[in-house]
């Protein structure tokens, strides 16, 4: 079982940053995607940013520029840096994880709310 916990959202004025963090534990073999969903009430659940174990990251074009994936490899954790956020961005944040422990697995945070006053 892998465990996915999240930490760093709140409440902030546009314009302002968040980071956001998401350590993995467990019985992990490797991650093959360390990944950030968002979801917005009446939305769908959608991948805003994403970063394979080769180190290619991946962006949504609405966050594109503002955001940037990163991670601690060693560690399990990765990080969503948010810039120049928007009422818009509002939303609960959700890390993913495409896990091998040792089969292949798809875990989920249990989200963290972001919201973001105009």
């Known amino acids: 079982q892998v465990q996915l916990v999240e930490s760093g959202g709140g409440l902030v004025m546009a314009g302002s940053s968040l980071t956001l963090s998401c350590a993995a534990s467990?019985?992990?073999?490797?991650?093959?995607?360390m990944g950030w969903y968002r979801q917005a009430p009446g939305n769908e659940r959608e991948l805003i940013a994403a970063?394979?174990?080769?180190?290619?990251?991946e962006y949504a074009d609405s966050v594109r520029g503002r955001f940037t994936i990163s991670r601690d490899s060693a560690q399990y954790t990765w990080y969503l840096q948010m810039e120049n956020l928007k009422p818009e961005d509002t939303a609960r944040y959700y890390c993913?994880?495409?896990?091998?422990?040792?089969?292949?697995?798809?875990?989920w945070g249990q989200g963290t709310l972001v919201a973001v006053s105009g």
């Open positions: 993913y994880a495409d896990v091998v422990s040792p089969s292949a697995y798809e875990a």
């Open positions: 467990g019985n992990i073999y490797h991650i093959n995607l």
């Open positions: 970063i394979r174990s080769g180190g290619n990251t």
